[in-house]
């Protein structure tokens, strides 16, 4: 018999949302929808716009995707759980092809459907896409770029 969770048919989300004790790291908060890496500055967890290149956004410490817009302030919730349906921001806020892959883009904290296959970056499919906006998050393989 499979193990798993009880569905929360109220809140069907729920179980696939987290808040980490960690701050926001970026100026001027986290867009809703962004691409996050949880990363630790100093010895503060600090949640990071999270994009393709390894060396400067945090490609190997993809996270997860913000909720709802937070402020610098604020406790984001996070999208973590694989199978979830989440709207990310969109590379160029072009409109996805159905069924194709989504990526981490080489922008930091969106998605693309073109692989990033440019020196330093690391090729990471995040979901499928179900609407021209919004994805099933199934994070999976990663390749890094030489």
């Known amino acids: 018999m499979p193990i798993g969770r009880t569905p929360n048919l109220d809140k069907p989300d729920v179980k696939n949302i987290i808040v980490q004790a960690a701050s926001v790291g970026e100026v001027g908060g986290l867009p809703a929808g962004s691409a996050i890496a949880l990363v630790d500055v100093s010895g ?6 999270c994009g393709a290149l390894v060396a400067t956004q945090y490609a190997n410490r993809f996270f997860g995707f913000v909720k709802d817009t937070t402020a610098v302030s604020g406790s984001p919730l996070i999208t973590v759980g694989r199978g979830s349906t989440v709207t990310p921001v969109r590379e ?3 409109s996805f092809t159905i069924g ?21 970056s690391r090729l990471l499919k995040v979901g499928f896409a179900i609407s021209t906006t ?10 890094e770029m030489a």
Not at 44 to 49: H, P, R
């Open 44 to 49: 503060d967890l600090k949640y990071l716009l």
């Open 92 to 94: 160029g806020s072009l």
């Open 100 to 120: 194709n892959a989504c990526y981490l883009s080489i922008t930091a904290g969106q998605v693309t459907q073109t692989p990033p296959v440019v020196a330093g």
């Open 134 to 143: 919004q994805m099933v998050l199934v994070p999976d393989q990663q390749i």
